[in-house]
């Protein structure tokens, strides 16, 4: 069902020192950048170099919001760790039929036109863990 890892997500307390870390030090470069005001979060996701799984830098947009409470609570460090599934509401209605605790239920907007759904760290041996389905691509006609 997971047929890769898209992203590892950290939550940062200060974005720009920890987007410049990762440029300027790590090497990594940037290929997205999303403010996604349902999650309350800003996020920045860079890749390496040489391709594979991407980073995923999360800023809380406020003290109110679940990464602003993850910061507070625990401080800076892995968020959620993202794989890709070609079917989203497939995934979720095989983790379902498992008894797998859900944090959503049903798929939701994640950033770059992508689909997404996060399943409980319960079910994940302690992990937050994100289900991401790429965008479709747009049929004949389509906007
Ligand atoms: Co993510």
């Known amino acids: 069902m997971l047929s890769r890892i898209a992203h590892v997500a950290l939550a940062v307390?200060?974005?720009e020192a920890a987007v410049s870390l990762y440029t300027h030090v790590r090497g990594l470069a940037v290929v997205h950048r999303e403010v996604v005001e349902d999650q309350g979060v800003e996020?920045?996701?860079?890749?390496?170099?040489s391709g594979g799984a991407e980073v995923q830098l999360l800023g809380a947009l406020g003290p109110d919001t679940p990464v602003g409470r993850f910061l507070a609570k625990r401080g800076e460090g892995l968020h959620h760790i993202a794989y890709e599934v070609a079917d989203l509401e497939a995934a979720?209605?095989?983790?379902?039929?498992?008894g797998v605790e859900l944090v959503d239920t049903a798929p939701r907007q994640g950033s770059a036109g992508t689909r997404v759904?996060?399943?409980?760290p319960k079910g994940n041996r302690g992990v937050l863990t994100e289900l991401v389905e790429a965008p479709r691509p747009a049929g004949p006609g389509a906007g």
Do not use: K, T
């Open 117 to 120: 759904a996060f399943v409980h």
């Open 13 to 15: 307390s200060d974005l």
């Open 43 to 49: 996020e920045v996701l860079l890749a390496p170099a």
């Open 92 to 98: 979720l209605r095989a983790l379902r039929r498992e």
